[in-house]
């Protein structure tokens, strides 16, 4: 086997374009299938169990399942994994030894980001990832002097955090950016 296909090579990982235009990018069974092929890879290995929480989610849908195989893991219950991964890069970048130029051509977050996508595109988004994803409209409505001061004492409240909780899931603990009205372009 070549040197750079390797497992545990310490050549760079290379990252290969998204064929988002492809027709098999947004279909539901080459999309399931390649999840598959994946969580099962992920499976087998588990280096990366201690980053985000997808990778415990993954390893418990299948530690729980009837033959404790990817395959017994119902398809419905493969969109929790892909929930929990917040994209970070910290699996492709320092812990899985299949990426790319690996022949499994291991890429987990351009996969969930894929299944990320297909689910924006059927509508199965909630209210709390609309409003975290439309980065330019929030941050153009929060730059009104008015608004930018009332969204910053509205995320210091506990209550008003606890509602937010509730109601578009977003953690009451979780640390929230404040906004400032005087931005680099007004200045």
């Keep these: 086997m070549n040197d750079k296909t390797r497992e545990g090579g310490v050549e760079a990982p290379t990252r290969h374009p998204i064929n988002w235009k ?37 390893f418990n849908l299948i530690d729980e399942s009837e033959t404790f195989e990817v395959d017994s893991v119902k398809k419905e219950d493969y969109w929790n994994v892909v929930e929990h991964c917040y994209l970070c890069d910290l699996c492709y970048m320092t812990k899985c030894p299949y990426v790319p130029p690996h022949e499994w ?21 909630g209210v709390r990832d609309k409003i975290l994803t439309s980065t330019d409209k929030v941050g153009s409505f929060a730059g009104i002097p008015v608004v930018a001061q009332t969204v910053n004492i509205v995320n210091q409240s506990k209550p008003a955090r606890k509602v937010m909780e509730k109601t578009i899931g977003i953690h009451s603990n979780a640390v929230l950016p404040k906004f400032y009205s005087n931005s680099l372009r007004k200045r």
């Design 22 to 58: 492809t027709l098999d990018f947004n279909n539901e069974a080459s999309l399931l299938n390649e999840l598959e092929r994946v969580y099962d890879v992920c499976h087998s290995c588990r280096r990366c169990v201690s980053l985000c929480n997808a990778f415990p989610t993954l």
């Design 105 to 125: 051509n291991i890429d987990f977050p351009h996969l969930m980001l894929r299944a990320k996508a297909y689910n924006f595109r059927r509508g199965k988004v």
